[in-house]
């Protein structure tokens, strides 16, 4: 029987050394810049009855980061240019959101059909340099984090300020992939958990020495987060209980492929 992914509040799974639980916090408000984003996730916590115990992860969504952030643009105040008057014309863009996109952008590593594949100034390599227009009033694009990693570690100190505990937190965000169809939630920013797990040195069950395995664990956790936020259900941070995970000072940027190291670049 299949279950609509709108109607997953909390999922369980059950392994033989551990239970792995995720469930979403809803009620916080709309955000605005300034607002003081980790007290607003502690009063729904509480309005909802939830107490997090240490260890626990924190997964929050970009879009209330940027918002609280103030990362939000309104398109009445940006002046095209010729570029972006081009792209818009072209392919039925508004040229001041294309103008946002191209000033949020590092390089373009792609455009077709008006989808411009670029690679922002933190790094990342994803459509539109993040810039996103759902789930904001209209006529205004959010940006993302100006540095995700910082904005990860601030939430974490005030959370555990306010909680008296030690947690973890993921920012996350939803991407496309260029080799499959349909998006998944990225991390793009952590603190208080090591980003990978490096299976290098150990030996399969068939003797075998892994030599470069490492998982992407703040990916894999924002995945799973996802399926109890979702897009459109006004959950955007869930917690994620029952992982054991190597605390670490590194955060997501630490994932990012240095140039000699891309095979595409």
Known sequence: MGIAV??????????DNAELVVWGIRGLPEIEPGTDLAQLIYCAMVGQGTK????????????????????VVRLSDVEPSHFALEIGTRYGKDPRQVEVVLREAKRIVRMRGGLLITETKHGYICANAGVDNSNVESGSVTLLPQNPDLSALRMKERLEALLGLKLAVIISDTWGRPWRSGI????????GINPVLDYAGQ??????????????VIDEIAALAELVCGKLDNTPVAIVRGYKYEPSDLGAASLLRPPDQDLFY
């Open 52 to 71: 997090l115990l240490s260890g626990d992860i924190v997964v929050i969504t970009q879009k209330i980061v940027s918002k609280a952030e103030g990362q």
């Open 203 to 216: 030996k399969d069950q068939f003797g075998y020495e892994l030599k470069v395995t490492k998982i992407a």
């Open 184 to 191: 998944v939630n990225f991390a793009i920013g952590s603190a």
């Open 6 to 15: 709108k109607q997953i509040k909390r999922v369980l799974v059950v392994t």
